[in-house]
């Protein structure tokens, strides 16, 4: 129990550092090759802080352990709204709105977590269902490139923001990008794995689901990324960025997460994630979507997002 405790405890971590390796190098490597900086931050945002639930998603098909997917991306999901927002809320004082966030992205939301709770009344997700998933991946993606697009003058500020950011002169590309890219993939691969295995290893010490443990501890590990990013962009008084990373990472778990592992192999859907897992991540994503309709997130409804998360953590455990 403790030797692979310590390994799941372990495995997260570097999974979790392994990823921001990775799409750090990937961001400056894509500044380097002439990609304009605001495409690439639209993309490693959305990808990079969803990255160790992917990757070690696609590990849990590849090992034989499918049940553990959605545990994940659903717990993840739940993790995003209520804790991180919750939490970036409760540290920022009050999180603004956009109209972009109200009219675009939060529909895309309700209409990624809508697909995905079709989809698993059934008990699995086929690969037709991840292909339509990992669909909406793409068309998201699009969007919020052709957004980023439209806003003219402010890539110049953008693109200088994270020229400086990286360091990067025309015509140099830091060496150290190589060994983020190289280093960082490795270290992917290895702690994925372990953070697979060690799942499967202590729900069988436990007595309970794989799955139980994908939706608590997994997500929770896995969501650090976007806690991380968004508490200190609320601290930091950069509100739209601290929703939209919240919103960005919950849409493509739904749709790329999900969707790429179906393509895998179908996935079959766990008791609680069919009972529990989903039904709170609906609502979840509904509250998020009429609390934002004032086009602001208070200190008081982040304390009732973080209330809605001890209750949904008790839930799994039966303690409540």
Known sequence: MLLWGTVFVVAVVLLVKAADWFTNGAEE?????????????????????????????????????????????????????????????????????????????????????????????????????????????????????????????????????????????????????WVRIVGGSVLLFFSAQYTVRSVIELSEILGVGADLIAISAVALGTSLPELVVSVVAARRGNLEIAIGNVLGSSVFNSFAVAGTSALIAPLPVPGTVLTVGMPVMIVATLLYFFIAQDREITRWEGWLLLLFYVMFAGKLFSLF
């Open 29 to 177: 490597l894509g500044v380097y090759l002439g990609i304009a900086p605001y495409i690439v931050g639209v993309t490693v945002v959305a990808i990079g802080t969803s990255l160790p639930e992917l990757v070690s998603s696609v590990f849990a098909v590849v090992e034989d352990s499918p049940e553990i997917v959605l545990g994940n991306v659903v717990g993840s999901n739940v993790t995003n709204i209520f804790l991180v927002l919750g939490f970036a809320a409760v540290v920022g004082g009050r999180l603004a709105v956009t109209y972009e966030i109200i009219n675009v992205d939060l529909p895309m939301l309700v209409a990624s977590a809508g697909f995905l709770g079709v989809s698993v009344v059934d008990g699995r997700i086929t690969r037709v269902e991840g292909l339509i998933l990992f669909a909406g991946a793409i068309i998201y993606l699009s969007y919020a490139v052709s957004i980023a697009r439209r806003r003219g003058r402010e890539h110049e500020g953008i693109e200088e923001a994270v020229e400086e950011e990286l360091r990067i002169k025309e015509g140099t590309l830091n060496p150290w990008v």
